[in-house]
């Protein structure tokens, strides 16, 4: 046997290779069962990403499906409260280019609203709490209703229910501690990012008109 | 005395940093001058990093100079006094000096000219004090850091338990260009810098280095505190250490770089390193607050600018408006570029005079047009490179920049953009004049929104899944209930059959106890029960007749109602009874309880689908059966046909609510299949459809389409304003304010649809009919349209049969309560009355535009 393989290396070297590939498809094979990730990962940092507003816009009921559905290949641009802000994420996390909001699902709000019943004008008649995929307005039946501004997503679907049409969707005010800067206008100016040796040939009659600024 | 002039401590170096010129001579060349009191000051409640102080005057109260006005909330918090005796005289949102130039909530106080102040504790020795009252003093003073970011003072001397400090530094750098407020107050209070220094020393657990970091480019001021350290009586070791000059020295993490060579990490607290840093200006505050009892309601503040006659620095109260002390000091409004609070580095231009002096307020600089112009406008960046030499943080500037652009928040974080000091020192440098600090400013903003949003998605999450699981739980709960009920019942039928067999077999035998069965149905004690119902409600009715009789002519009335109600309920026995009959006799009870049941596993639409069928089949029978006996002249006929018209009507009900139910099967292929009928799920369907239609109809289609959603909750509205009348409720004006304001909204949805298209108008669904129609084509269209809508609506018809009947029970329900209501002499009989009288003309109407959609 030695002398067999110490004449042909070519077996030597065919069992040491064999053997190692045993060993380590053990190890694989025991990892593959002792780590063995619970769930779908996809979908869970799918629906990370996604707002948890919970409106249904996506035509899904709630956040979570519509992860699923994107997990599943669906279109990543339904989602008009996350906006392009969250088209982007998931664009990235997917690594596929991002497509803007799909206008069909409505459109991006620029300011976040809550729902504000007007308390005095409420019957206690509990359909808005019904609809209420948050858990977020307080009452009983034949008292007076409130919504915890603090839960409230503003996803607008207690406003149908309301037979005394009291829920108003209010534009929440930034205040002193969510006050917070802008980008510079200038930001969106491309052509200021554009030094004039950057230019690409085909594209220099159209910077032309950016010298005066460049220079 | 341990202090020895003459010892000179190893300083270090920062990377980066700038020179800019420092224009610090201006004001200093006056002494520190005073400022008149002010007729009003304006104390806003936030001026501290933290959550803002509340209010403790009502306005119209007299306070007097030091009182506390404001306490804090919370430890994270500062308290306020006021900075003048006088009124209250408004407790309101104000503009504040922050860059949003956003108004914040502030308490406004008129002075009385006297300034009359509070009783102050004074305290000769604080080193015989415990440490928690020494504590409380500084706490209750409203001492915030001075030197810019207003972090509250309290707790930086409040270390945690396990961060031992060893090392307490003074910053005395300054090192901004044209503030002097913190040299001059070295130079006329180096007293109480030094004793001040000793007391946070003191606080802090006498840590073995005490450094007090002054930039050489002050002289004077290093002079004053050595002397002053020099005359100190016993054990001090202060040491006052001056470094070269260079801008930001003074960041905290750079001067304790510069004087203890130690460098702290990304992300860490000075603290956790052994090293507090304070100061100079919260030094003598705190120094002030033990010593003389003086709560912090002035600050010296360097007013400068070359649009100012006189240039120097003020002690002034806090709460005093800018526009004050700047005419105070000849302000040339033509010649100032813009005014700026602090220094030109880090400072933030002021959109309006009018904002009061806050504590943290150290220079008002009013340069003129020559000294600081307007910056030229940004250039592309050349990548040269000099931001990232000059960053005293040692970050990558250009790097930053080009990912606060793309809106890049990962990797801002993995270049450490939460590191910057927003020293504006790259800016400084950056021959293409980048505004680099804004662009790190709004990202840092916007990360930090992101992680707020984040925290609020997780706990949406969280309460939605909760609430998803509470739904699935009673649903469950209710079907395991259904479960019992439905064993319970297969049991007793079993031992029903048992005990009939047992009963064949052995006659004579006296039948098995009764075993008890909870919610079993037996069908015999059942059927027993029924008629006991029947016949005490026979019972009751005799009475009553009999009562009736006897009864004086004034309780007739009364007499007569009950014996009505006692009618009502021998019907409903009956009925009852019947049913009871004719299902046991039909057939098995389990039969019926298999089919409801498997009725029930169906999916809602599948239900009425089946419901409707099984319901046609019946119908079809009862048709036979009623042609056959007309043929035979039976006297079963009007009996007959009144079922089949019953059945007709189910049939249209379940059909409505099938139409209800949605164009489901293409929804029920992307919608999973739990779709319980749970409101919010509903909610979410319809808000889906009326997205995705909005979505490719034209504005007049749009607004059509709204209009029909009105109407239809006026419809219910109107119906639930009805009954609320009609019982008489409170609720019943709310309910029509709320109609009131539907129709007004319907009213505006059509002038719109008006107003859209004036061509429009002949193809709308509500004037088909009377509209002229000028073309084949667009009669065509009209009538598209108008079967269209036909099919949105509903089919009219069923709907208004619907509607008839449900009206015809109500008005039953109705006319009993009225009866009953009158009897008694219940005073809400009228308002019955009334909604009785209105659903009457309701089922007339309905009636009536059934026979015209009939005909
Ligand atoms: S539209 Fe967006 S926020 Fe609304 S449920 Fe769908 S994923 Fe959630
Ligand atoms: S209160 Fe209304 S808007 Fe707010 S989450 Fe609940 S249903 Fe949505
Ligand atoms: S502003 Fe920030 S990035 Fe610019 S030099 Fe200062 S610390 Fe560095
Ligand atoms: S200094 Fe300005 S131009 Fe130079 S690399 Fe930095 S950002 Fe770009």
Known sequence: MIDLIAQHPIYAALIALGTLSIVFGGILGFAAVKFKVEGDPIVEQLDNLLPQTQCGQCGYPGCKPYAEAIANGDAINKCPPGGQATINTIAALLDVEAPSLDAEHGAELDIPRVAVIREDECIGCTKCIQACPMDAILGAAKQMHTVIADECTGCDLCVEPCPTDCIDMVPLETTLSEWKWNLPEPSKNVAMNLIASDKHPHRAEHGESNKGEAA | ?855
């Open chain 2, 1 to 855: 005395m341990s202090y020895n002039v003459s010892s000179v401590r190893k300083v270090f170096d920062i990377p980066g940093g700038v020179h800019p010129p420092e224009s610090k001579e201006q004001s200093l060349q006056l002494p520190l001058g005073p400022v008149l009191l002010p007729q009003r000051v304006v104390l806003p409640l936030s001026q501290h990093i933290g959550a803002p102080a509340k209010a403790i005057v009502a306005v119209g109260e007299k306070v007097r100079t030091g009182q506390l006005i404001a306490e804090p909330q919370g430890l994270f918090s500062v308290g306020l006094h006021a900075s003048i005796s006088g009124t209250v005289s408004a407790i309101e949102d104000r503009p504040i000096p922050h860059t949003s130039g956003m108004n914040a909530e502030c308490i406004v106080i008129e002075s009385d000219g006297l300034d009359e102040w509070v009783a102050l504790d004074e305290c000769e020795d604080y080193t015989a004090l415990e440490r928690d009252a020494l504590m409380a003093k500084i706490r209750t003073a409203g001492l915030a850091g001075m030197g810019g970011a207003g972090f509250p003072s309290a707790i930086k001397l409040n270390p945690r338990a396990d961060d031992k400090i060893d090392t307490l530094i003074i910053n005395g750098t300054e090192c901004e260009p044209y503030i002097t407020a913190d040299d001059t107050l070295m130079r006329e209070q180096a007293d109480a810098v030094i004793q001040g220094t000793l007391l946070l020393a003191h606080l802090l657990g006498a840590p073995s280095t005490v450094l007090i970091g002054v930039e050489d480019n002050k002289p004077t001021a290093i002079t004053a505190l050595k002397k002053a350290a020099a005359a100190i009586e016993g054990e001090c070791n202060i040491e006052i250490v001056d470094f070269p000059t260079k801008y930001p020295s003074g960041g905290e993490k750079q001067l304790i770089q510069i004087l203890t060579g130690i460098e702290v990490g990304s992300g860490d607290v000075p603290a956790s390193l052994g090293i507090v840093c304070h100061n100079v200006g919260t030094a003598v505050a705190a120094w002030e607050a033990v010593r003389y009892g003086r709560p912090l309601i002035s600050r010296i503040t360097t007013v400068v600018g070359e649009a100012l006659d006189t240039q120097r620095n003020i002690e002034v109260r806090i709460g005093t408006l800018i526009s004050e002390v700047l005419e105070q000091n000849g302000f040339n409004a033509d010649e100032a570029a813009r005014l700026i609070m602090g220094g030109p580095m880090m400072g933030f231009a002021l959109q309006d005079a009018g904002v009061p002096i806050v504590k943290t307020s150290n220079c008002i600089l009013a340069p003129s047009k020559q000294e600081l112009p307007e910056p030229p406008p940004a250039q592309a960046c050349i990548r040269c490179g000099m931001c990232a030499e000059a960053c005293p943080a040692s970050l990558l500037p250009q790097q930053l920049f080009w990912y606060s652009q793309s809106e890049d928040y990962d990797r801002l974080q993995a270049h450490n953009l939460m590191d910057c000091i927003e020293c504006g020192a790259c800016s400084f440098v950056c021959p293409s004049n980048i505004p680099l600090v804004q662009y790190y400013r709004a990202s840092k903003g916007a990360i930090k929104q992101a992680a707020v949003d984040k925290q609020k998605s997780d706990r949406s999450r969280e309460r939605f899944e909760f609430r998803q699981a509470r739904l699935d739980k009673a649903e469950a709960e209710k079907e395991a209930k259904r479960q019992a009920r439905k064993q319970a019942a297969a049991e007793a039928k079993k031992l029903a059959a048992e005990k009939k067999e047992q009963e064949l077999l052995q006659p004579t035998i006296a039948p098995v106890a009764a075993v008890p069965i909870p919610a079993a149905v037996d069908p015999e004690a059942e059927k027993a029960k029924l008629e006991r119902a029947l016949s005490s409600a026979q019972n009751r009715l005799d009475k009553a007749h009999e009562r009736l009789d006897d009864a004086e002519p004034e309780r007739r009335d009364k007499m007569a109602a009950r014996v009505k109600e006692a009618e009502l309920k021998v019907l409903d026995a009956q009925k009852k009874l019947e049913q009871f009959n004719t299902a046991d006799n039909n057939d098995p009870v389990a039969a019926a309880i298999a089919r409801a049941k498997a009725k029930a596993s169906l999916p809602p639409h599948a239900k009425l689908t089946s419901s409707i069928e099984a319901l046609k089949k019946r119908m079809t029978i009862a048709a036979d059966k009623l042609s056959s006996a007309k043929t035979e002249g039976a006297a079963t006929v009007d009996a007959l046909q009144a079922g089949l018209d019953k059945m007709q009507g189910k049939i249209a009900k379940l059909q409505q609510e099938l139409i209800d139910l949605g164009p489901e099967p293409a929804v029920e292929a992307t919608v999973k299949e739990d779709t319980t009928p749970d409101p919010a799920a509903a909610a979410i369907e319809r808000a889906k459809a009326k997205a995705a239609a909005s979505a490719n109809m034209s504005p007049a289609d749009k607004l059509h389409d709204q209009i029909t959603s009105i109407e239809k909750r006026i419809a219910k509205t109107a119906e639930k304003v009805a009954v609320a009348r009609a019982e008489g409720s409170s609720t019943a004006d709310a309910l029509q304010l709320g109609l009131d304001k539907m129709t007004a909204k319907l009213d505006k949805a059509r002038a719109d649809l008006g107003e859209l298209a004036p061509q429009v108008q002949p193809e709308s669904a509500q004037n088909v009919d009377s509209a002229p129609e000028p073309d084949a084509a667009s009669a065509a269209i009209a009538k598209a349209k108008a079967k269209a809508a036909a099919t949105a609506n509903m089919l009219p018809e069923e709907k208004l049969r619907d509607q008839i009947r449900s009206m015809q029970t109500r008005i039953e329900k109705t006319t009993v309560k009225v009866t009953a209501a009158r009897a008694e002499g219940s005073d809400i009989t009228d308002a019955l009355q009334l909604g009785l009288d209105k659903m009457t003309a309701k089922l007339e109407k309905a009636k009536s535009e059934l026979a015209e959609l009939s005909n």
